[in-house]
């Protein structure tokens, strides 16, 4: 079973920052692709920031400048770091993480629960 425990989401006024987490525990076996999508109520799910194994980012227009993603490798953890936050930013953030469960197995995607983000004008 693989869990992904995101957190750091919260209420923060417009110009703010806030930095999410999300560590992967239980069996896994790899961690190629770790990533943060979003999703704001009547909208679709969107991607924020993936980030590679060899550290390789992408990040959404919206939030080019603004966001950073990082992960540290030995504790199975991504962070997005969020600065010159909107209210458009407001959303949940979802966690993601492509990797294998065990040996052998398929590569698959695991999602973190959610974090509520909102942002204030």
């Known amino acids: 079973q693989v869990q992904l425990v995101e957190s750091g989401g919260g209420w923060v006024q417009a110009g703010g920052s806030l930095r999410l987490s999300c560590a992967a525990s239980?069996?896994?076996?790899?961690?190629?692709?770790m990533g943060w999508y979003r999703q704001a109520p009547g909208k679709q799910r969107e991607l924020v920031a993936g980030i590679t194994r060899s550290d390789n980012t992408n990040y959404a227009d919206s939030v080019k400048g603004r966001f950073t993603i990082s992960r540290d490798n030995a504790k199975n953890t991504v962070y997005l770091q969020m600065n010159s936050l909107k209210p458009e930013d407001t959303a949940v953030y979802y966690c993601?993480?492509?990797?294998?469960?065990?040996?052998?197995?398929?590569?698959?995607?695991?999602w973190g629960q959610g974090t509520q983000v909102t942002v204030s004008s």
């Open positions: 239980g069996s896994i076996f790899s961690i190629n692709g």
């Open positions: 993601n993480v492509w990797g294998l469960a065990c040996y052998g197995c398929s590569p698959r995607a695991f």
